[in-house]
Structures are given as structure tokens and as C-alpha cells.
């Protein structure tokens, strides 16, 4: 994308029926591949807002990558600072800080595309884990990651 348009994949109508379903699930227990529902409260309404992520663990940090680019819940985590992942009971309150480091944010994307990729790819515009590294560090730019930690 250019620098002056933020990169984000609009959800279609089948898209937006799967993620309601898959985010249900998750409020219910149901985990797919590792799947949990994301809670963060609203830049504007200050209501809670809800999607399905894929956390990704790596190294020692578990992360959250916006596969679809500078969507609201980015914009929500950006100013809000935390929110809670969600798998039925299992609730954890978490504080997320945006990775700004190239380095660290290549190292997430390849891991994070070896492990979903077969998922989100289709959001990487041809990038994938086997990509370069500086391949990896241009669509870092695109595709904002976050370091979560999560509360004890």
C-alpha cells in the first residue's frame, strides 16, 4: 500500500459470518488451532469490542499480528493498552505494546505465517514465512504487531 493508505483487507459477508462464529465458539470453549476471542474497549464508544485473534507465542512473549492490517481493533488496542483474550471461562486480562523494532517484527511475521498461514496468507500479499527478511520487515508495515503480557 502507499504510504498515505494504511493497509486493511475490508471483511466480506461470508468473513464476517465465520468470525462471528468462530469468536462464539471461543466464548464457549471451543478453541480452534488456538484460536481466542479478543475483548477491547472502544476508542469512542468505550464499549467493548470483540473478534477472533490468533495469539502466537514466540520465544517468550506471546504476541497478537493484525492479519488484515490497520483494522479498529488495532486502533482500540492502540489507545486503549490491554484487553482480554477469551476461551470460554478462561479469561486473561492482558497489556499489549505495539513492536516497533523491524527486527522483532520480521521475527513474529515468519513465525506467525509458518503457523497461520494457511489461514491468513491471503492478507500478506504474497509474503510468506519463507519470504526474505526484508520482504518480512516491509510488510511489518502493514501489519501491525503487539507484545502482550498477560496478568497473573
Not at 36 to 60: C, K, W
Not at 66 to 80: D, K, L, T, Y
Amino acid at each position: 500500500m502507499s504510504a498515505n493508505t494504511p493497509y486493511y483487507a475490508k471483511v466480506n459477508a461470508f468473513d464476517l459470518r465465520l468470525n462471528r462464529f468462530i469468536g462464539r465458539l471461543a466464548r464457549f470453549g471451543v478453541s480452534l488451532a488456538g484460536t481466542a476471542e479478543l475483548s477491547v474497549r472502544g476508542r469512542t464508544s468505550g464499549a467493548m469490542q470483540r473478534i477472533p485473534v490468533n495469539p502466537y507465542a514466540h520465544g517468550d512473549a506471546q504476541y497478537l499480528v493484525s492479519a488484515r492490517g490497520r483494522s479498529q481493533w488495532v486502533r482500540n488496542m492502540r489507545a486503549a493498552g490491554a484487553g482480554e483474550l477469551r476461551v470460554g471461562r478462561k479469561v486473561r486480562d492482558f497489556t499489549a505494546a505495539e513492536v516497533t523494532d523491524p527486527a522483532e517484527q520480521a521475527a513474529v511475521l515468519r513465525g506467525y505465517l509458518e503457523k497461520w498461514g494457511w489461514e491468513v496468507g491471503r492478507f500478506f500479499q504474497g509474503v510468506t514465512a519463507t519470504s526474505s527478511e526484508a520482504e518480512l520487515r516491509a510488510a511489518a508495515a502493514d501489519h501491525p504487531v503487539f507484545r502482550i503480557t498477560v496478568a497473573r
